[in-house]
């Protein structure tokens, strides 16, 4: 029988559910049924570049019930699989819109009348190498899967890997086999807006390979509020067994359970599972076979003892390989499944990999056949050794030939990230005392990623190279291309530096380049004033403001309020990086960390100078003067900037600690902003006074800073620009102070960038980055130079600061490394 034929027989309940749209099972039947008809009865190839939407979806199963072979692939890789296979049909969303693509009215190819599916080997090498899987496959996997997982049909689980993926279809068949339903969406776990349609539609599990768990680590998961989550999987690689531990205990104390879980595509999917009462005891191992299949070790002369080649039989096994059109026409050559993994059978019973047969690594999720592609290679030509661990793929080729070349071919052929190929050029191939390559050399000789030919001199725009401008800048070497700068941690102190780094490579960064994956910015094609080149306006501003003070305070000119305008940006740079998608603990964190960078650097300093000269107090190095200080405006209150804004800092972090206050915020951004002016506002009025003089004020423009950022609408901007210009004037009693207020933040709040010759907006992003530095150390540089001469003393101040946040930088990055 063909798989999924009888959808209709789970009636009224629901199959399908994406952002907006609910589909019951009869409902999706209709939808299956009109693209088979539309298919026609002859049986022919159908290519379908599927993405996890629902178009993607009724297309395959009607590839399926009306009996043709699908040929599932990602959509990137649809035009080298079409060349090598020559589908009947192709469907693709191609100008926005799913319409077969029919090549011919019937088939060039002898189809065997058992298979129904080809897929990717994982994705292996780019080559046109398919699996071969009959309905009998799809079935009986699908039923295995719901069975040992104790799917039901009030179950609905998130597409959280791609349906072209084998584990990411398995979910998909799975839960069409029992009538449980599905949540279609391409989104990231780091996403807020994943969580609430998993909410929303009352998820019940969803899946995961390693990379899925580090993101779950990043957005702080441990505290989310999942009521209705029952179970999450793990496949795709190798978790390692603490964090399988870990996340076993944290299912036992949340109520849901973890299923680790072995498989293959040449399995259809899966071909093990370990049952969630024993993860947490037996975490290094995948489990026991899944229901009506087996596991055999076979075992060679030269194997440790107990340890055999993993070989598993079920009904689930491939029919077998295809390497070209005419092997479509082969019935089964396979009947069990050699998986080319080592293991052991534990004194549990439960199944343990040890180690590789053949030579194959997994990077990014994407098995890689090391000989194959050194066999690839040969056939260009090239002498090669290649190497890898789950994570990297290492090359090395013999001669002086072009690595950045070989580099994007390998990248090109293997469907990997940029990040995760190294290619070196060498003398000779480091070889063993017995002639036999030596492969932990040559992973040996890619450890320095930075030295990289290929990445060196990759063009501006290359994911790779951006990626490791990204790693180098925020100190996080584990970033890939999928991450952004505020996943990656980045704040208002690294915004500046990556922004000009950025702007120097791509042209015209977009305006929210900090909010968009590595791998999605690109040069900008428009050229405009200036050379294209353009400041952001808070960057602008902090340059402006610090330069203003250190000028004001040396005597050179008189212009007053550029302290008060930075809490403005300080504000809205908190909105922008430290409110980010992830969880609340790791919002804490973030914020917690961005106060420390601030206070720690202020209280050496404060230090060092009480130590030389004495000139301030033990209050001032705990950043307490505004609380123990003296009402009277004295030299102890130089750092009254700093004092007050980690206070807010402090405050935010606790409030937004709060679950309900952190879901109000995350629930209505704009509106908690502008609750915080209003609560600010007391303040500004002096209906509210809490003991602190002269700095209560600056809590209501921090927050209109916040609000500002959070405006997303021209009334939003209008509401603002009414309060500004209500709340200001009266501020100072000064009318030139205040106008410099109204006009900072007018510019802050409806203007992004400004156009900016290159060598003035570098000027501004070093005086905007060490923007903190110059604060402090301009108090003990500009009395000794005003003497002399006043501007000497702003520009030494200035230069002082600089230099020393670049030496701070330098040290830390030295540290890191």
């Known amino acids: 029988m063909r798989f999924a034929a009888r959808l209709d027989v789970h009636g009224d309940r629901l199959a399908v559910a994406t952002d907006g749209l609910e589909l019951s099972y009869r409902e999706l039947a209709a939808r299956v049924d009109a693209a088979a008809r539309q298919l026609g009865d002859t049986r022919r190839l159908v290519l379908i570049a599927a993405s996890n939407d629902l178009e993607s979806l009724v297309w395959y199963l009607g590839t399926l019930r009306a009996g043709h072979v699908a040929l599932l692939v990602p959509p990137g890789h649809a035009d080298s699989l079409a060349d090598a296979y020559d589908p009947d049909v192709v469907l693709s969303p191609a100008g926005g819109a799913w319409q077969p693509d029919e090549r011919r009215p019937g088939s060039t190819h002898d189809l065997h009348p058992d298979l129904a599916l080809l897929m990717s080997t994982s994705g292996s090498t780019g080559s046109p190498k398919l699996v071969r899987l009959s309905h009998e496959n799809l079935q009986s996997n699908a039923e295995a899967i719901a069975g040992y997982l104790g799917v039901r049909a009030s179950d609905r689980s998130a597409t959280t890997l791609p349906m072209h993926y084998c584990y990411g279809l398995s979910v998909v068949h799975s839960h069409l086999a029992v009538g449980a339903g599905l949540i279609l969406t391409e989104l990231s776990v780091v996403d807020a807006c994943f969580w609430d349609l998993f909410r929303a539609h009352a998820g019940t599990s969803f899946a995961g390979v390693p990379h899925t768990f580090d993101l779950l680590d990043r957005v702080d998961f441990a505290s989310m509020e999942l009521p209705g989550l029952r179970y999450i999987t793990q496949a795709g690689g190798r978790l ?73 039989d079920g009904p689930n096994v491939m029919l077998g390989y295809a390497d070209t059109p005419a092997d479509l026409s082969l019935g089964r050559n396979v009947t069990s499944l050699r998986t080319g993994d080592l293991a052991r059978l534990t004194d549990a019973g439960l199944y343990e990999i040890v180690g590789r047969r053949a030579r194959f690594v997994k990077v990014a999720g994407l098995r890689v056949d090391l000989q194959q592609l050194e066999a690839v290679l040969a056939g260009r030509g090239l002498i090669s050794c290649c190497a890898g661990t789950d994570g990297r793929l290492a090359v090395a080729v013999e001669g002086g030939h072009d690595a950045d070349e070989i580099w994007r071919f390998v990248m090109e052929r293997c469907g990997l990230p940029g990040h995760a190929v190294d290619v070196r050029t060498v003398v000779e191939i480091p070889r063993l005392s017995t002639g036999k390559p030596d492969y932990q050399a040559v992973l040996a000789l890619s450890e320095r990623r930075p030295a990289d030919p290929a990445v060196a001199t990759a063009p501006a725009g290359d994911p790779a190279r951006l990626r490791d401008l990204f790693a180098e800048l925020l100190n996080r070497p584990d970033a890939t291309e999928d991450d952004t700068f505020v996943e990656l941690g980045g704040d208002s102190l690294s915004y500046v530096e990556m ?116 000139t301030y107090g033990i209050a001032n190095i705990a950043l307490l003067n505004g609380f123990l200080g003296s009402p009277t405006w004295d030299s102890r209150w130089h750092f009254w900037f700093v004092e007050i804004l980690v206070y807010i800092l402090l405050g935010l972090a606790a409030l937004l600690s709060i679950p ?158």
């Open 240 to 312: 390692d067994a603490e964090r399988v531990r870990g996340y076993a205990q944290l299912g036992q104390q949340r109520g849901w359970d973890l299923f680790v879980m072995y498989g293959q595509t040449e399995a259809t999917a899966r071909m093990a599972y370990l049952p969630p009462d024993l993860a947490a005891s037996h975490p290094h191992t995948v489990g026991v076979a899944i229901p009506g299949g087996s596991f055999s070790l076979e075992r060679r002369a030269d194997d440790p003892p107990g340890v055999g080649e993993l070989v598993y």
């Open 499 to 614: 922004s000009v780094r950025l702007e120097h490579l791509l042209g015209q960064v977009p305006a929210n380049w900090h909010t968009t994956p590595i791998r999605d910015l690109v040069p900008s094609p428009r050229r405009r004033l200036f050379g294209g080149r353009t400041a952001e306006t808070s960057v602008l501003l902090r340059a402006a403001a610090i330069v203003a003070i250190v000028g004001t305070h040396a005597g050179l000119f008189s212009v007053l309020g550029g302290a008060h305008v930075l809490l403005a940006v300080a504000g809205f740079n908190f909105a922008r990086f430290r409110l980010t998608s992830a969880g609340r603990l790791v919002r804490l964190r973030q914020q917690l960390g961005s106060i420390a960078r601030i206070a720690v650097p202020s209280m050496v300093w404060i230090a060092a100078v009480v130590v030389v000269s004495g």
């Open 660 to 817: 309900w206050a952190d879901r109000l915020e995350r629930r209505f951004p704009f509106g908690f902003a502008l609750g915080l002016v209003a609560a600010g506002l007391l303040t500004r009025f002096e209906v509210v006074g809490l003991g602190v003089p002269h700095m209560l004020p600056a809590l209501w423009l921090f927050a209109l800073g916040w609000a500002m950022a959070r405006a997303t609408r021209v009334w939003q901007r209008l509401l603002l620009t009414a309060v500004v210009v209500a709340t200001v004037p009266g501020f100072f009693g000064n009318p030139s102070r205040e106008a410099l207020m109204i006009g900072g933040l007018m510019l802050l709040l409806w203007t992004a960038s400004v156009p900016s010759p290159a060598l003035a907006s570098r000027l501004a992003g070093l005086l905007a980055s060490s923007s903190l530095y110059i604060y402090l150390i301009h108090w003990q540089v500009y009395p000794h130079l005003v003497g002399v001469d006043r501007g000497l003393a702003v520009v030494a101040s200035l230069v002082a600061g600089a230099v020393a946040w670049l030496v701070v930088r330098a040290v830390q990055r030295r540290l890191m490394r």
